[in-house]
């Protein structure tokens, strides 16, 4: 049974750092591209980033480029999202994904992941 574990959210003030992480189980994780997603209350989940099977090509949503960083550690089956200069905009619960399929290799859609974590609450305050 796969599961996907987040953690790491919290409160911070604008401006501060969070570093998410995603544990995976009961899959070959190392196979796939993962991806993190995040939904605010009223809104749709949307794409953040997105990482490679390698960990060698990242895609992130315009967004929070310049500011998030994701990674992995396929020795650990865990995906990591840091979080820079956060702003209230980013306040959202956070979903780490596992792709579909290991020929998808940026997936940037909800449709594109079959496995989804129970997410983790980031409150970012002004």
């Known amino acids: 049974q796969v599961q996907l574990v987040e953690s790491g959210g919290g409160l911070v003030q604008a401006g501060g750092s969070l570093r998410l992480s995603c544990a995976a189980s009961?899959?070959?994780?190392?196979?796939?591209?993962m991806g993190w997603f995040r939904q605010a209350p009223g809104k749709e989940r949307e794409f953040v980033a997105t990482?490679?099977?390698?960990?060698?090509?990242?895609n992130y949503a315009d967004s929070v480029k310049g500011r998030f960083t994701i990674s992995r550690d396929n020795a650990k089956n865990t995906v990591y999202l840091q979080m820079n200069s956060l702003k209230p905009e980013d306040t959202a619960v956070y979903y780490c994904?596992?792709?579909?399929?290991?020929?998808?290799?940026?997936?940037?859609?909800?449709?594109?992941?079959?496995?989804w974590g129970q997410g983790t609450q980031v409150t970012v305050s002004s």
């Open positions: 994904a596992v792709a579909r399929s290991w020929t998808i290799v940026v997936p940037t859609t909800t449709t594109q992941y079959n496995y």
């Open positions: 009961g899959h070959t994780f190392s196979n796939y591209a």
């Open positions: 990482i490679n099977p390698f960990g060698s090509y990242t």
